[in-house]
């Protein structure tokens, strides 16, 4: 599993643009390929066309720009005096869970307020085999045990059945973001989402 490629670099250097990958073959280049100090670097979106060629050959999977990344394209100018510049990807490996509702609706559920559906209010029921009916004020224990509070009052603790009307799905996320590094000066790091500058 190869984490997910957001941007890819092109630097300008003595007056020549050189990309991270090959627009024709998708082929990736190293950033010490081309020894020395670059005028310009620039982190730009994958076109359709550039995803393509470089999952056909790099393998990697790669997001197309689709016109709705809110950071546009990010340009910077790097100071050629005598500055050592480097380029490189730092992943990430998020791993997060959210429910499914029949009706369609995937949502995210922090322990705050009822589990239902944010779209339906479809939520999870517990039934009881005693009284042969669901459940609205089940007894939860703090070992995970859910009883029947009728059934608890009547001085015969029954365990409840869980209806599971929501599905819980496990879910990772893989990414790799671009970083541009100046040791001493400064270093940006570029998600899809976010843009973060440091100072060193």
Known sequence: ??????????????????????????????????????????????????????????????????????????????????HEIKVFRRGYYTCFDYYVCPCG???????????????????????????DRTVDDPIFLKNGEVRCPVCEVNGAPRGLLKIERLMLVEDHDLRANQVIHVPGKFEIEVGPEYVRVKVL
């Open 1 to 82: 599993m190869r984490p997910v490629l957001y941007q890819y670099w092109l630097k300008i250097q003595s007056g020549k643009e050189i990309p991270q990958f090959d627009p024709e073959t998708g082929k990736e280049r190293g950033w010490l390929e081309d020894p020395g100090i670059p005028e310009k670097v620039y982190l730009l979106p994958f076109s359709p066309y550039m995803a393509q060629k470089v999952q056909e050959t790099e393998q990697t999977p790669v997001v197309a720009d689709d016109g709705t990344s809110e950071i546009g394209i990010p340009e910077w100018e790097i100071d050629p005096n005598g």
């Open 105 to 131: 609706t995937a949502f995210q559920w922090f322990g705050q307020g009822p589990l239902q559906c944010p779209n339906c209010g479809t939520k999870n029921e517990w039934y009881c085999d005693v009284c």
